[in-house]
C-alpha cells in the first residue's frame, strides 16, 4: 500500500502505473457485504495502511493502463508474517491457482507480477475475519528455517532462468536438502540444485 486515499488506496502492483483498491472492492471484515459508509472511510487506515502487504486479484484494466484491483474472496486479504521476493514476472509460470501449500510446512503466492509470497502455512482458515487480521504470532524456527531455505531456492531458481511454478520450487527445496540454507547460494550448489530439479521436471514431463 502506497497511499490511503479517499474511498481508495494506492497500490504498487510491479506495473508501469500505481493501481488503486477501492473501498467497496473489499470485504469489510467479517465478510459482510452492505453500502460503504462515511464511518468506514474514516476507519480506512484501520485495514490498511501505508506498508501493509496484500495479496489482491486484478479487477479491471482502465485505458491508461492503471489497474483496479479488489479483494472480494476470503483468500484474499492483508498479509502478515513471511518473507517477500521480487522476481521477474517473465519467469512466473501462470496457472489457474497461485496459492499453494507446499507440503514442506509453508505456502507461497506466486504473484503474475513477480512478487512472491512465502509465509508459515496457516494452521486453520480463519473465515470470519475476512482477511483482515494479521497474526502476529512469533513464527517459530523450524518455519523460519522453511522459509528461509524456500527463498534461497526460489533466488537459485531465477538466477538459472528456470520457471517458477509449485512443483519446480518443491523439487528446488527437495535437491537442497543436503546444503546447509546459508550454502544455497553459492553459485557452484546453485547450479546443481537447480541441474537436479530441472531433471526432475523433465523425467515429469517424460
Known sequence: ILQVQQKRW?????SRLDSVLLLSSMNLPGGELRRRSAED?????????????ISAEVQSVFSDGAVSLHTRSLKYGK??????????????????THFHDLPCGASVILG???FIWIYPTPEQKDEEAGG???????????????ISRLRNCIVALVNQ????????????????LPHQ??????????EEIVLETRQRLLNLEG
Not at 472511510?41 to 502487504?53: I, K, N, P, S, V
Not at 528456470?162 to 512443483?167: E, I, K, N, R, V
Not at 540454507?181 to 546453485?190: A, F, G, H, Q, R
Open 10 to 14: 494506492k497500490v504498487e502492483t510491479n
Open 41 to 53: 472511510e474514516l476507519a480506512m487506515r484501520d485495514y490498511l495502511q501505508e506498508g501493509d502487504l
Open 79 to 96: 498479509l502478515g508474517q513471511g518473507v517477500l521476493v521480487q522476481v521477474s514476472p517473465s519467469l512466473v509460470k501462470r496457472q489457474k
Open 112 to 114: 503474475n507480477n513477480g
Open 132 to 146: 483482515f487480521t494479521t497474526n502476529s504470532e512469533p513464527v517459530p524456527l523450524s518455519d523460519r528455517e522453511v
Open 161 to 176: 532462468k528456470l520457471m517458477l511454478f509449485d512443483t519446480s520450487i518443491l523439487y528446488c527445496y527437495e535437491a537442497s
Open 181 to 190: 540454507i546459508k550454502d544455497i547460494l553459492k553459485p557452484e550448489v546453485m
